[in-house]
């Protein structure tokens, strides 16, 4: 699972371009309910498909650190560590020079 840390938000992001300030927020809120569904067992299959959803619509940086979080979250639930920790590699690879670079960093320490 991810530190709470991990799965809060560092700091809003910008509209990207193309992208309508209601389409952003429709993601941003969508990106949350995903990671709830992520931390829940019964839901982190769930969760999975709608990061492959998501991951579709994530264009700024942040937003696809926010899909790997989910994807983490939800293989973790699931007890899938190795792919927990895939996850939060690719993440990690996206977040740099983002609010979530060190979180991210600190989560996958704890990967073996």
């Not at 990061?51 to 983490?72: H, N, Q, S, Y």
């Not at 996850?87 to 060190?102: C, H, M, N, P, Y």
């Not at 979180?103 to 320490?109: G, V, Y």
Request: some cysteine; overall charge neutral; proline content about 5%.
């Amino acid at each position: 699972a991810l530190p709470a840390a991990a799965a809060a938000s560092p700091a809003p992001v910008p509209v990207p371009a193309g992208m309508s300030a209601a389409d952003s927020a429709a993601l941003a809120r969508d990106l949350r309910s995903a990671l709830q569904h992520a931390s829940d067992e019964s839901t982190a299959r769930t969760a999975l498909a709608e990061a492959g959803a998501l991951a579709t619509r994530a264009t700024l940086p942040e937003d696809k650190v926010r899909v790997e979080m989910v994807r983490a979250q939800a293989y973790g639930t699931l007890g899938q560590d190795a792919r927990s920790c895939q996850a939060l590699r690719d993440g990690v690879a996206i977040a740099k020079g983002t609010g979530f670079e060190s979180a991210l960093t600190d989560a996958l320490a704890r990967c073996r």
